[in-house]
């Protein structure tokens, strides 16, 4: 691959931002998606090995497919699994003996229950899928019943994935809210993440903030690369990752439940298809995400409280709808090669 002079400056300067020494005892866990909307993938038993092979401990999964979660049985990799949008009419109107029932077959008789780390249920269904909105707490609440009856409530935690849209206002990070028109679900959520130490779970998207928003934000601060800072009362932000991360806490901080921790449930940087995507620019933003996390940074609201994230994605997806960039996440070819040379550790 050819690289011009600005480019290797570029990249040079988002590798240095912070430095390669981490207080791994202390890191926050970095984690990696593993979707599967392609037809070109490998075995899910050789995605397994890679994703060992580069010393990744946490994956999501987007659905309890048997044939992806087999080959993780035994791994000692945690794993972060996905009810599916569609599934919850049905675990949401049933009882919590058939939520029990559900995850025994599902999940549990596929992998054992202590490489369980979350249980997401539902994706974005707040304004991107609406038609699940009302099953999405009653889902949970079987859910958690079901893992307490058998002593695994606190050993699993249970939330449910949100796009960074359900903000109507984030910026600055301080004057964030909520969408008025979720707010009665959002805040059963919220009390349900508060009672049982459950974290809010959010996509968070900078390329997407990017694109969209060209006029008021700049690659530089998507990317971490120095460049204008903002001031928002007595904090400096540097990047647009932790202006998000932030505008989230303010806005739970709104509603009365500020001390919620975040995990970060999807985050990345395509490589091509679209502006900016690049597999300098993947790196430089990827590669931060993981040193931050690592080294325990956290955001100017919260510093020093490592970040959870979960990178997207292991592979591109070829058959992913929408925009050109949205199959050409992945950070690992079919073929097990890096697509740019991202640690994990």
């Known amino acids: 691959m050819k690289h011009d002079t600005k480019n290797i400056l570029q990249l040079s300067i988002c590798l240095q931002t912070f430095g390669f020494l981490f207080q791994l005892s202390a890191a926050a866990p970095i984690g990696i998606c593993y979707g599967r909307v392609a037809n070109n993938l490998p075995p899910p038993s050789d995605a397994v090995n890679l994703i060992k092979t580069n010393g990744i401990s946490s994956v999501r999964l987007f659905n309890p497919d048997p044939e992806s979660l087999k080959p993780f049985s035994g791994t000692g990799i945690q794993l972060t699994i996905g009810v599916p949008n569609e599934e919850l009419p ?44 009302p099953h999405v707490l009653p889902a949970i609440s079987n859910i958690y019943e079901a893992l307490k009856s058998i002593g695994l409530s606190e050993k699993i935690k249970i939330s449910s994935a949100q796009a960074a849209s359900i903000l109507s206002n984030s910026y600055p990070p301080s004057s964030s809210y909520f969408d008025a028109n979720i707010l009665p679900d959002l805040n059963r959520l919220l009390q349900f993440l508060h009672d049982t130490s459950s974290p809010l779970m959010v996509n968070v998207y900078p390329y997407f903030s990017y694109i ?30 932790d202006q998000t991360v932030d505008a989230f806490i303010y806005a739970m901080e709104r509603e009365g439940y500020g001390e919620i921790p975040v995990v ?19 790196l430089c933003y990827n590669g931060n995400v993981v040193k931050r996390g690592l080294d325990n ?28 960039f949205e199959k050409h ?16 550790q």
């Open 212 to 241: 969209n928003n060209r006029e008021f934000v700049s690659l530089d601060s998507a990317l971490f690369r120095p460049g204008n800072s903002l001031h928002d009362q007595d904090l400096v932000y540097d990047n647009l990752f």
């Open 90 to 133: 049905s675990i949401a109107t049933s009882t919590a003996t058939a939520a029990q029932e559900w995850l025994q077959s599902n999940i549990f008789a596929h992998v054992p229950a202590d490489q369980i780390r979350y249980i997401v249920v539902g994706n974005e269904v707040f304004l991107k899928d609406p038609f699940y909105t």
């Open 264 to 282: 970060v449930t999807e985050t990345g940087w395509p490589t091509a298809g679209g502006e900016a995507a690049s597999g300098e620019n993947a």
């Open 329 to 344: 996440f992945g950070i690992f070819g079919v073929n097990g090669v890096k697509a740019y040379d991202l640690n994990f």
């Open 297 to 324: 940074v956290g955001t100017p609201k919260r510093p020093g409280i490592g970040v959870e994230v979960f990178l997207f994605d292991l592979f591109d997806e070829d058959e992913k709808k929408g925009n050109e």
